[in-house]
């Protein structure tokens, strides 16, 4: 991975990963790690302040030229808002260092990996995450979001459960259907594309289908059962005090406005000030209080890309009856006097 290795070496390590699926599935996790990370720590040498100092560095450094989803380009190459995306990965590295190739190569991968445990993804407020399943999926977090998964062998269980939001690339396997639980609503895929936004504060689940095909089903009603198409999207609408329960398929919608938020965007359409709240509280990792419950119902339109909190704050500001008050990471809105 350092192009250190000799041709011998090599051959070596070629031959033991193609021994198993073990040792494939093991060299793999190591492999995606140390691609996200592109840090090599000795673990003999390590000094962890400096190591974490090191690794920030190279993670501000990365400057990406572009990703895909389905063809189309989401991260322009720029360094502001990478990851956030890597610094999950980069972190496993200070802790596996040469380490774990030397685990890798005389070690039993079954003494390494615990199969059947669960592996758990999070994502703080103000940050995203991009991850790597053992299939070969990948998912694509969103602030304040969290997915969990078991490590089996051979791949033969390919489930997640997730709170918050999550874009899946799922990696084609006609005898293993990929299931992501979110919430009350249950999806299956066997090799497609698709964003799931299930954030247990709120009053909707939705799945949204930008390739490929899912079933999407409610758990205890199988009579909800049905199958998405591209540019199709399910709905479950929680019972609460203000709604009813339901559930509903809406089709023809541009899937692409519900995936802004991987290249650091959101759309706003008729979204309360209450709602447009939690959605900056999770972006801008800060706290929003309201002086007046009057304001919780106002309703914005409209896109936000790269523009900060206090431009955003002054946005609303400017376009309502709102004034904001900033100290630390809280946030007070209230009526504008006159």
């Given at each position: 991975?350092?192009?250190?290795?000799?041709?011998?070496?090599?051959?070596?390590l070629?031959?033991?990963?193609?021994?198993?699926?073990?040792?494939?599935?093991f060299?793999?996790?190591?492999?995606?790690?140390?691609?996200?990370s592109?840090?090599?720590?000795?673990?003999?040498?390590?000094?962890?302040?400096?190591?974490?100092?090191?690794?920030n560095?190279?993670?501000?450094?990365?400057?990406?030229?572009?990703?895909?989803?389905n063809?189309?380009?989401?991260?322009?190459?720029?360094?502001?808002?990478?990851?956030?995306?890597?610094?999950?990965?980069?972190?496993?590295?200070?802790i596996f260092?040469?380490?774990?190739?030397?685990?890798?190569?005389?070690?039993?991968?079954?003494?390494?990996?615990?199969?059947?445990?669960?592996?758990?993804?999070?994502?703080?407020?103000?940050?995203?995450?991009?991850?790597v399943?053992?299939?070969?999926?990948?998912?694509?977090?969103?602030?304040?979001?969290?997915?969990?998964?078991?490590?089996?062998?051979?791949?033969?269980?390919?489930?997640?459960?997730?709170?918050?939001?999550?874009?899946?690339?799922?990696?084609k396997?006609?005898?293993?259907?990929?299931?992501?639980?979110?919430?009350?609503?249950?999806?299956?895929?066997?090799?497609?594309?698709f964003?799931?936004?299930?954030?247990?504060?709120?009053?909707?689940?939705?799945?949204?289908?930008?390739?490929?095909?899912?079933?999407?089903?409610?758990?205890?009603?199988?009579?909800?059962?049905?199958?998405?198409?591209?540019?199709?999207?399910?709905?479950?609408?929680?019972p609460?005090?203000?709604?009813?329960?339901?559930?509903l398929?809406?089709?023809g919608?541009?899937?692409?406005l519900?995936?802004l938020?991987?290249?650091?965007?959101?759309?706003?359409?008729?979204?309360?000030?209450?709602?447009l709240?939690?959605?900056?509280?999770r972006k801008y990792?800060?706290?929003?209080?309201?002086?007046?419950?009057?304001?919780?119902?106002?309703?914005?339109?409209?896109?936000?890309?790269?523009?900060?909190?206090?431009?955003?704050?002054?946005?609303?500001?400017?376009?309502?009856?709102?004034?904001?008050?900033?100290?630390?990471?809280e946030?007070w809105?209230?009526?504008?006097?006159?």
């Amino acid at each position: 991975m350092t192009d250190q290795a000799s041709p011998d070496e090599c051959l070596v390590l070629d031959k033991w990963v193609k021994k198993s699926d073990e040792n494939r599935l093991f060299f793999l996790h190591f492999r995606n790690i140390w691609m996200a990370s592109s840090q090599v720590i000795k673990a003999e040498k390590t000094n962890i302040p400096k190591a974490l100092e090191i690794v920030n560095h190279k993670i501000n450094e990365i400057n990406p030229d572009e990703v895909r989803l389905n063809g189309k380009k989401v991260f322009p190459g720029r360094k502001s808002n990478l990851f956030s995306y890597v610094r999950i990965a980069a972190l496993w590295v200070l802790i596996f260092g040469m380490g774990a190739l030397f685990s890798m190569l005389f070690l039993k991968p079954e003494k390494i990996l615990n199969f059947n445990s669960a592996v758990s993804v999070i994502t703080p407020r103000g940050s995203k995450a991009l991850t790597v399943l053992p299939d070969g999926s990948v998912v694509w977090l969103n602030a304040g979001s969290r997915i969990e998964y078991k490590i089996t062998k051979n791949n033969a269980v390919r489930e997640v459960t997730i709170d918050g939001e999550a874009y899946f690339k799922v990696s084609k396997d006609p005898g293993h259907p990929f299931i992501v639980n979110a919430e009350e609503m249950i999806i299956k895929a066997y090799g497609t594309e698709f964003n799931v936004k299930a954030y247990h504060e709120d009053k909707v689940v939705e799945t949204t289908l930008v390739d490929g095909s899912v079933s999407v089903e409610i758990k205890n009603k199988t009579s909800n059962k049905t199958v998405l198409k591209p540019d199709e999207q399910a709905i479950y609408y929680k019972p609460t005090a203000e709604q009813f329960e339901n559930f509903l398929v809406t089709k023809g919608i541009d899937p692409a406005l519900y995936t802004l938020w991987i290249n650091d965007r959101l759309q706003i359409k008729g979204e309360t000030l209450e709602g447009l709240s939690i959605m900056l509280e999770r972006k801008y990792d800060v706290t929003i209080h309201f002086d007046d419950n009057f304001l919780k119902g106002l309703r914005f339109t409209g896109i936000i890309e790269n523009e900060t909190i206090e431009q955003i704050l002054e946005l609303i500001k400017i376009s309502s009856n709102v004034d904001y008050k900033i100290e630390g990471r809280e946030i007070w809105l209230s009526k504008t006097r006159k």
